[in-house]
Nanobody, 113 residues
Framework: QVQLVESGGGLVQPGGSLRLSCAVS????????MGWYRQAPGKQRDLVAL???????NYADSVKGRFTISRDNSKNTVYLQMNNLKPEDTAVYYC???????WGQGTQVTVSS
């Protein structure tokens, strides 16, 4: 069984920054792809960013240029750096081993003045 634990969420003002972390109980170097997803109230869960084992990345159009996904295989951790946050970024953020049923429990991000 693989466990994923997110941290780093919180309340931030518009224009602010947060860094989310996802600690994985498995060697991340053996995982082909990791993703960050988010779900706002009343909406479906959407992919925000994806990182491949080779370092390639993909982002949702709504976060391009503002969010950066990265991975540190020495720490078995995946990060999501979020800059210039907007109220519409408010959601519960989840990490996931891509194309699997392994999800974290989620961390709340609230962007509000």
């Amino acid at each position: 069984q693989v466990q994923l634990v997110e941290s780093g969420g919180g309340l931030v003002q518009p224009g602010g920054s947060l860094r989310l972390s996802c600690a994985v109980s498995r060697t991340t170097s053996s995982i082909n792809a990791m993703g960050w997803y988010r779900q706002a109230p009343g909406k479906q869960r959407d992919l925000v960013a994806l990182i491949l084992s080779g370092g390639g990345t993909n982002y949702a159009d709504s976060v391009k240029g503002r969010f950066t996904i990265s991975r540190d295989n020495s720490k078995n951790t995946v990060y999501l750096q979020m800059n210039n946050l907007k109220p519409e970024d408010t959601a519960v953020y989840y990490c996931r081993i891509a194309f699997s049923d392994y999800w974290g429990q989620g961390t709340q991000v609230t962007v509000s003045s």
